[in-house]
Antibody, heavy 119, light 107 residues
Framework: QVQLHESGPGLVKPSETVSLTCNVS????????WSWIRQPTGKGLEWLGR???????MYHPSLKSRLTMSVDTSKNQFSLKLNSVTAADTAVYYC?????????????WGQGSLVIVSS | DIQMTQSPSSLSASVGDRVTITCQAS??????VHWYQQKPGKAPNLLIY???TLQAGVPSKFSGSGSGTDFTFTITNLQPEDVATYYC?????????FGGGTKVEIK
């Protein structure tokens, strides 16, 4: 059973860059699409973007200028960097795996990493 | 972006009831909808994919239907463990988008 685990700084200052990593265990990162999804407290889900194990990425248009995703197959992990953060980026950030042979059916999720943007 | 309008935003029903949630897409999206359950403090969990296919290991009390712009998610024999927020998600076009969620409570 694959397991995903996000790690991140917790607290980030406005205008800085938040970096999150999703470590994949119990399965290979190879052959799958991996996404980041966030959820502000008490609100709904927002898809941020996805990356294939090969490194090919697609981003949400509203975040494209601030977002970078990368994958490290040797470490079986993938990462997100979001720059110029504001309070609006405060949320729980989830990493998720799409089922094999699909791009957008999220069958495995991390437990979430809370990012608070505050000075 | 495709908007997914989910209703109701919340509902309260009795144990044993049948509960229905709807999701309307802002444009036709074939059957490209998934449904998730999210319990408080937890990550979402996939229940239904491609509008009507039950994810492996998910009880048959959950079901989905629909195509085009209108989709329905149903829980039969509601139980206390079904208390959660339920989300639809479209994957016809990027960016992927979710409905606003339906919070299901026990009366």
């Amino acid at each position: 059973q694959v397991q995903l685990h996000e790690s991140g700084p917790g607290l980030v200052k406005p205008s800085e860059t938040v970096s999150l990593t999703c470590n994949v265990s119990g399965g290979s990162i190879t052959g799958y699409y991996w996404s980041w999804i966030r959820q502000p407290t008490g609100k709904g889900l927002e898809w941020l973007g996805r990356i294939f194990y090969s490194g090919s990425a697609m981003y949400h248009p509203s975040l494209k200028s601030r977002l970078t995703m990368s994958v490290d197959t040797s470490k079986n992990q993938f990462s997100l960097k979001l720059n110029s953060v504001t309070a609006a980026d405060t949320a729980v950030y989830y990493c998720a795996r799409a089922s094999r042979s699909t791009t957008s059916r999220f069958d495995s999720w991390g437990q979430g990493s809370l990012v608070i943007v505050s000075s | 972006d495709i908007q997914m309008t989910q209703s109701p935003s919340s509902l309260s029903a009795s144990v044993g009831d049948r509960v229905t949630i709807t999701c309307q897409a802002s444009q036709a999206i074939n059957n490209y909808v998934h449904w998730y359950q999210q319990k408080p403090g937890k990550a979402p969990n996939l229940l239904i994919y491609d509008a009507s296919t039950l994810q492996a290991g998910v009880p048959s009390k959950f079901s989905g239907s629909g195509s085009g712009t209108d989709f329905t998610f149903t829980i039969t024999n509601l139980q206390p463990e079904d208390v959660a927020t339920y989300y639809c998600q479209q994957y016809d076009n990027l960016p992927l988008t979710f409905g606003g969620g339906t919070k299901v409570e026990i009366k």
